[in-house]
């Protein structure tokens, strides 16, 4: 941007981010704002809306509700958290409306995108305290008795009604819970399931306060660690591993990590780490594209999990010739189509 050449930098993480002493940040790769459309997308036939989750923290969403066969249809829930290296992007941004739009389409599900707190000015953990107080939020809609309002789909974000949404309410199966995301948002998505893990979820279950989480799906997750994996493995004696981007990024958002880069929310594979049996989900689908340079951490996590004695059942689907969230940026290739049935797929299963 013309304005920011006069600024003094502080930080830079290029392509992505540039942070300038007088604490103004450019985010070189956000995608623009977007309205929802509560008059169903012409394309897709998808409503969207926003609401207010929290004002403080400032947490909201956008949700999505496809076209309904019937009036009073049920749909399976998914909570998704976007991606880009929890520092840019948005629920709301064009690149994610898209995304939904097309996911919510195919997989006749009632999404529910979690606009959580960025860093640097909000560093880790606070997307991922956001996106368990948003989890939570809309998990206490399993209890809740539905809204009978004459045009309850067509009310905006002033008009959640005791902080409940009627959409959850009158559409939400909640016995038909997903959790999802891509890149850093499947990074949130294991640590969401993880947290959830720690609880009793049977006891709460009978207490009326728990929720089960059906599946969780895991695209392109974010993960990484000191020690090479993969084709890491394969750099010569020179290679500097704490100057690969994925590196730097963690210490950008998170730079009080305990542990830096092995801590477990970004390395949950090694001795240690707590087990990966623990994660609250029945089934899990891990999804790597063959150039990704996060590919060979996703393969590893499928394979520590199946290892873990976890319960539920683990996909893992691999499309090759292809590179990060490639399907979020060209929705429209042949092999984006394909990540969008698989998903699908694992969504109506």
């Not at 801590?263 to 240690?272: D, K, L, R």
């Amino acid at each position: 941007m013309a304005a920011s050449t006069n600024k003094e930098v502080a930080k830079e993480l290029l392509p992505l981010i540039r942070v300038y002493k007088d604490g103004s940040v450019e985010r070189m790769m956000d995608s623009p704002y977007v309205p929802p459309t509560l008059d169903p997308d012409p394309q897709f036939g998808v409503s969207s809306k926003d609401v207010t989750i929290s004002q403080n923290p400032a947490i909201s969403a956008r949700l999505y509700l496809p076209k309904l066969a019937q009036p009073h249809q049920k749909l399976p829930v998914l909570v998704y958290f976007h991606g880009s290296a929890f520092c840019f992007e948005s629920a709301f941004s064009f690149i994610d409306h898209r995304y939904l739009n097309i996911l919510v389409s195919h997989s006749q599900v009632l999404a529910v995108s979690i606009e959580y707190r960025l860093a640097p000015e909000h560093l880790l953990p606070a997307a991922y305290e956001d996106c368990w107080a948003a989890f939570q939020w809309v998990a206490s809609h399993r209890n809740s008795n539905s809204i009978n309002h004459h045009d309850h789909d067509h009310q905006n974000h002033s008009n959640v009604i005791n902080n409940k949404e009627p959409w959850l309410l009158n559409h939400g199966d909640f016995e038909r819970l997903f959790i999802g995301g891509d890149s850093a948002g499947g990074n949130i998505v294991h640590n969401i399931a993880m947290k959830a893990g720690e609880d009793d979820q049977e006891s709460l279950l009978k207490e009326g306060t728990g929720v089960r989480i059906l599946g969780a799906f895991l695209v392109h997750p974010f993960f990484w660690g000191s020690g090479p994996v993969g084709s890491d493995s394969d750099v010569s004696d020179n290679y500097d591993h704490k100057k690969r981007l994925e590196y730097l990024l963690w210490e950008f958002v998170y730079p009080t990590a305990p542990g830096g880069i092995d801590n477990p929310m970004i390395n949950p594979v090694g001795s240690g780490k707590p087990s990966l049996a623990k994660l609250a989900c029945s089934r899990m689908l891990v999804c790597v594209a063959g150039k990704d340079s996060l590919r060979d951490r996703g393969v590893l996590y499928v394979n520590a999990v199946k290892g873990s004695g976890f319960g539920g059942e683990v996909e893992f689907f691999e499309v090759k010739g292809e590179d990060h969230v490639f399907h979020i940026t060209n929705p429209d290739s042949e092999n984006a189509k394909k990540m969008f049935n698989r998903l699908a797929s694992f969504l109506t299963k």
